[in-house]
């Protein structure tokens, strides 16, 4: 048996106890350097418990197993938890977005069909602000035909695209072409 270093204490909750630290130490989200924080997390759990038990409902040791065991996996969960942070931190929607040329917001390049949460949270990060400003700003340098072009393309098929823009399919292939050659030269250009 480990040595009982706590006064006071019974002796098999402080055997337990350095047992279940030594135990978690083992898993890959402790260190060996957590042992004595981990011993003493589950002995304070043990102490704040120790008043509720009642010998007329169960055996000790039983108590003991019992909340030191519920303890430790809160412990591991909450380390999992820390693990699975994102680094994701709260960002104003007044936040400017991009270079400077024009006064952006971050609310200003936010889909507003998808809102703040939309289908998924790295669609709101500031790449891709940058890049829907990006965006506006080459469709606002495009011809008028190119940018119904590019529009229509955005959410059908070529064939879809040209019923919808009433052209036959012929021109909409030789515009999607235009299309190609101006996104390619504007981003040569920037």
């Known amino acids: ?5 706590y006064s006071g204490v019974d002796t098999y909750a402080a ?4 047992y279940k630290a030594k135990a978690l130490t083992r898993m890959p989200i402790f260190t060996f350097d957590d042992y004595d ?6 002995m304070l759990a043990y102490l704040h418990a120790w008043p509720e038990f009642d010998p007329a409902k169960g055996d000790r040791r039983s108590f003991i197993k ?3 065991n519920t ?3 809160m412990l591991v969960r909450d380390a999992e938890r ?7 931190r709260s960002v104003s929607l007044s936040t400017p977005v991009g270079d400077g040329d024009f006064p952006t917001t971050l609310a200003d390049v936010i889909d507003h069909e998808s809102g703040l949460w939309g289908s ?13 400003l990006d965006i506006w700003r080459m469709l606002a340098a495009m011809p008028d035909d190119l940018r119904q072009t590019y529009q229509a393309l955005s959410e059908n098929s070529v064939s879809e695209a040209a019923i919808l823009l009433g052209i036959p399919r012929t021109t909409m292939s030789s515009r999607l072409k235009k299309l190609r050659k101006f996104v390619e030269d504007y981003m040569t250009q920037k």
């Open 1 to 5: 048996m480990a040595k009982n270093r």
């Open 15 to 18: 055997f337990f106890i350095a």
């Open 37 to 42: 924080d981990l011993q003493q997390e589950l």
């Open 66 to 68: 019992a909340v030191v």
């Open 71 to 73: 303890k430790a996996l």
């Open 82 to 88: 820390q693990k699975r942070w994102t680094g994701t």
């Open 120 to 132: 998924v949270f790295q669609e709101h990060s500031q790449a891709f602000a940058e890049q829907r």
